[in-house]
């Protein structure tokens, strides 16, 4: 019998975490791998880990303030605290329209000048932009308990082609 079709794309990453501080030094090795102008979609229910994953991305990058659920704000501009770019970490839940709206939102900021994370992003910043790093969070278990997750990590694009996403894994 021939063997099974592979369940994902040859350039996807999958990974097992299994806590939040596996979630945070995920971010942080991902941080390694991003310049200015990158964009980061992460998905996942709620709770699934995307902010306690940009958590990581932060304090990879060094950036200044703690990274926390932007919920009451869409965007949220940390600067770097050496010369790398600054994080914009974003929550599209409540845009209605794409990521187009945030040049209204008055960053301080220039987008392609920084590493933009968008949690909620789906359906909304696939038009910006064909390069993209998606993250995929899943809860291992329904139990929300529970601390493990499945990260499925995909590179789309150019600027992701090749690039080897297996330095992430532990
Ligand atoms: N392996 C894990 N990775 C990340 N978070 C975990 C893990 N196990 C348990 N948790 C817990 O799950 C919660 C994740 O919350 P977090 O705010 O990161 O999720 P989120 O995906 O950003 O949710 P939301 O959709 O509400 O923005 C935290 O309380 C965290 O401690
Ligand atoms: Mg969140």
Known sequence: MEAPAAPHDAG????????????????????????????LMLSGELGA????????????????????????????VHPSLGDGPPLVHVDAYRLSGGLDEME???????????????????GKVEELTEERLQVVIHRAVGDTTDEVRQVTVTGLGERWGAVDLSVLAA
Request: charged share 25%; glycine share 12%.
């Open 104 to 122: 209204d939102l008055d960053l301080d900021v220039s987008l392609p000048e920084s590493v933009v994370v968008v949690e909620w992003g789906e």
């Open 12 to 39: 996807d990453l999958q990974l097992t975490v299994t806590s939040p501080e596996q979630m945070r030094e995920l971010g942080r090795r991902l941080a390694k791998l991003l310049r200015a102008g990158d964009l």
């Open 49 to 76: 880990g995307k902010t306690t994953l940009t958590r990581g991305l932060g304090e990879g990058l060094g950036v200044r303030g703690a990274v926390t659920s932007p919920t009451f704000v869409i965007a949220r």
